[in-house]
């Protein structure tokens, strides 16, 4: 069964750091670009970073810029996120996606979410 799943949300205090992981089934994440996105309550979903399907281009928000990185792992067709540096506006479920076009077009598929919050 095709799937995105995302795991390692959790509650974090701000300047903590959190990993996220996505796992793909019954597809190769290698063949497609990937994203994270994130909707926090009330607020539209936004993308945080993305990566190219051939991996040499990859985009972040300004917002997460030096702080958050996505990466590839293609042995175990997985992706992650990881936050640095957290600050209380992070909270929000968080999605990750696949696109078969690319970066800056719409996701063809997308997880279930996975909460993170952010608080002291």
């Known amino acids: 069964q095709l799937q995105l799943v995302e795991s390692g949300g959790g509650l974090v205090q701000p300047g903590g750091s959190l990993r996220l992981s996505c796992a793909a089934s019954e597809f190769n994440l290698n063949h497609y670009a990937i994203a994270w996105f994130r909707q926090a309550p009330g607020k539209e979903r936004e993308e945080d970073s993305c990566?190219?399907?051939?991996?040499?281009?990859?985009t972040a928000a300004d917002s997460v810029q030096g702080r958050f990185t996505l990466t590839r792992d293609s042995a175990n067709n997985t992706i992650y996120l990881q936050m640095n540096n957290l600050r209380p506006e992070a909270a929000a479920v968080y999605y990750c996606a696949r696109g078969n076009i690319g970066c800056g077009y719409d996701m063809d598929y997308w997880g279930k979410g996975v909460l993170v919050t952010v608080s002291s």
């Open positions: 990566e190219s399907i051939s991996g040499r281009t990859a």
